[in-house]
């Protein structure tokens, strides 16, 4: 008998064996371990989170597919993903910024970062903004759809769907410093 690994499930099993850096709870860089051992063990690691609007202002909104580790099927306002061991904030949010949605080259304003601690998801997050009209090309294996909507809309939205609680964390530091 053959089995077939669907194509979400192949990138899962690789993401989850990817070095991700592991952090103390003040940041300080204490080496690098897989993604799924550092879940399993409750560690620190380093996220970032991007917030992409569009020239009208509107602001980027997926829907995760059902098959991440973390958040499954969850609404979500920013495109982002675990830093790398030996990468930086910032190449990490320009990485995943083209991974996730199609979007290169744009320039990457920093918010500050903020540390989040919920069982299955300890990490300090980085946050940027991205400006872009360039149009969107989703990565199916971690995102179902994407599309824009208006800042206010996704601030009401989020109070009636399910959102990735660190990012809402994340869109309230781009608030408070824009």
């Not at 064996?17 to 592991?22: D, K, L, S």
């Not at 409750?42 to 973390?70: E, M, P, W, Y």
């Not at 744009?106 to 903020?114: D, I, N, Q, V």
Request: glycine share 8%; charged share 25%.
């Amino acid at each position: 008998m053959i089995t077939h690994v669907s194509d979400e499930a192949a990138h899962r099993a690789a993401s989850d064996q990817e070095r991700i850096a592991r952090v103390d709870e003040h940041d300080v860089l204490q080496g690098g371990m897989p993604r799924a051992e550092l879940r399993a063990k409750g560690l620190i690691g380093r996220g970032t989170f991007v917030l992409l609007f569009d020239t009208h202002g509107r602001l980027c909104v997926h829907q995760r597919t059902a098959s991440k580790a973390v958040y499954p099927a969850y609404f979500d306002v920013t495109a982002g993903g675990m830093v790398g061991e030996h990468e930086s904030y910032d190449v990490c949010a320009a990485r995943e910024l083209e991974e996730e949605l199609g979007i290169a080259g744009t320039m990457l304003r920093s918010h500050g970062r903020f540390f989040f601690d919920e069982p299955g998801n300890r990490l300090w997050g980085a946050v940027f903004s991205a400006v872009s009209d360039a149009p969107l090309r989703v990565q199916p294996e971690e995102v179902q759809a994407a599309w824009f909507m208006p800042l206010e809309d996704v601030l009401t939205d989020t109070e009636k769907r399910l959102y990735c609680p660190d990012s809402l964390v994340a869109l309230q530091c781009y608030l408070a410093d824009r």
